[in-house]
């Protein structure tokens, strides 16, 4: 896979690129078939949402007769991690741990995945700090 420049993307580009990280290579009617099943999304609004994403380097796209083939030109993982970061810069430090047990709260977890969280928490244990220091501007606390 080609490696585009992970960027920001709306909640319905993000639709869009969970299908095709599903599919590996899609068409823009393929796409509209699976979200049929979710959104009652026009296709010029699909069209426009491939475009973004092109536009933004987050697809590539090739012509194959009359229709466009559209791949991800980032990985699902890289883009998730990405977000997750961008989320969690946004929020205080202090809060973080919070906010992950929120997250796990509300979350369906299989045993394998409570394994996992289990085994990267006592991993974190070696470099857990007494108090975590608040990365806020004096002007955000009162």
């Known amino acids: 896979m080609t490696t585009g420049e992970i960027q920001h993307i709306t909640d319905a580009e993000w639709e869009v ?23 009652d999304w026009k296709t010029t609004t699909i069209k426009t949402l491939l475009a973004r994403l092109v536009e933004k380097n987050m697809l590539s796209t090739e012509k194959s ?60 244990k070696e470099y857990a700090v007494d108090a975590v220091q608040c990365n806020c501007t004096p002007e955000q606390h009162s």
């Open 65 to 124: 007769g009359n229709k466009y083939i559209y791949q991800s030109l980032v990985e699902e993982k890289s883009s998730i991690q990405f977000e997750t970061a961008e989320l969690l810069e946004k929020i205080c430090a202090k809060e973080v741990g919070a906010v992950l047990k929120t997250i796990i709260d509300d979350s369906l977890l299989s045993f394998d995945d409570i394994e996992r969280l289990e085994e990267a928490l006592e991993a974190k």
């Open 17 to 39: 690129m969970r299908i095709v990280w599903t599919q590996g290579k899609t068409t823009s009617k393929e796409v509209q078939q699976f979200l049929n099943q979710k959104m």
